[in-house]
């Protein structure tokens, strides 16, 4: 079992960056894909974009590629989600989540996560 820790989110005006962290509870970190989804309000939650376990392949969701950057640092077990030139649609809850997996594979479905962050909200305005 893992567990997983969102921080970094708050508010920002449109145009600005934040990053958010997700730190795992187990030092076996590396053994493991991750992903960042994002839930906004009255709207399904959505993928954002994944990881593999050593940080060599990455996957965005076409509507965050080029302004977001997903990375991981596996001797401190945390991920990270750097989100630059942010618009209000991104206003949402953003959740971390892993799955046990050392290959190369790319997750973009819930479905394929085991764990779950509490999520960290994130407030864009115009």
């Known amino acids: 079992q893992v567990q997983l820790v969102e921080s970094g989110g708050g508010r920002m005006k449109a145009g600005g960056s934040l990053r958010l962290s997700c730190a795992a509870s187990r030092r076996t970190f590396s053994s493991y894909a991750m992903g960042w989804f994002r839930q906004s309000p009255g709207k399904e939650r959505e993928f954002v974009a994944a990881i593999n376990w050593s940080g060599g392949d990455t996957y965005y969701a076409d509507s965050v590629k080029g302004r977001f950057t997903i990375s991981r640092d596996n001797n401190r077990n945390t991920m990270y989600l750097q989100m630059n030139n942010l618009r209000p649609a991104a206003t949402a809850v953003y959740y971390c989540?892993?799955?046990?997996?050392?290959?190369?594979?790319?997750?973009?479905?819930?479905?394929?996560?085991?764990?779950w962050g509490q999520g960290s909200q994130v407030t864009v305005s115009s």
């Open positions: 989540a892993a799955v046990e997996d050392s290959g190369r594979a790319l997750y973009d479905g819930e479905g394929h996560y085991d764990y």
